[in-house]
């Protein structure tokens, strides 16, 4: 099992950033995807972003796209969300998610979950 840990969440005002690191550990895969989701008070959990296992491909919602970017390191075992140009609608818990190896983020839901780490945006 990938026991996945998040951290660098934070209160931040509208227009600023933020970046989110996910330290995995356990049985982790250079052909598991991993990525992000969220979810604010009252709504369902969203997908963020993902990235592929070799980080060649990304993949981001509508909502993100142009503003944050996902990325890993390997060798490090760890993923990041370097968000930008924050609003209040990116208010949410975020959680770091990883994927079955060779899953494809837009076709199945992930495997693992993190506890959530929060990210506040004033307004």
């Known amino acids: 099992q990938v026991r996945l840990v998040e951290s660098g969440g934070g209160l931040v005002q509208a227009g600023g950033s933020l970046r989110l690191s996910c330290a995995a550990s356990g049985r982790t895969s250079s052909n598991s995807a991993t990525g992000w989701f969220r979810q604010a008070p009252g709504k369902e959990r969203e997908f963020v972003a993902a990235?592929?296992?070799?980080?060649?491909?990304?993949y981001y919602a509508d909502s993100v796209k142009g503003r944050f970017t996902i990325s890993r390191d390997n060798a490090k075992n760890t993923v990041y969300l370097q968000m930008n140009s924050l609003t209040p609608e990116d208010t949410a818990v975020y959680y770091c998610?990883?994927?079955?190896?060779?899953?494809?983020?837009?076709?199945?839901?992930?495997?693992?979950w993190g506890q959530g780490t929060q990210v506040t945006v004033s307004s």
């Open positions: 990235i592929s296992g070799s980080g060649g491909s990304t």
């Open positions: 998610v990883a994927y079955r190896p060779f899953e494809v983020p837009t076709t199945t839901l992930p495997r693992s």
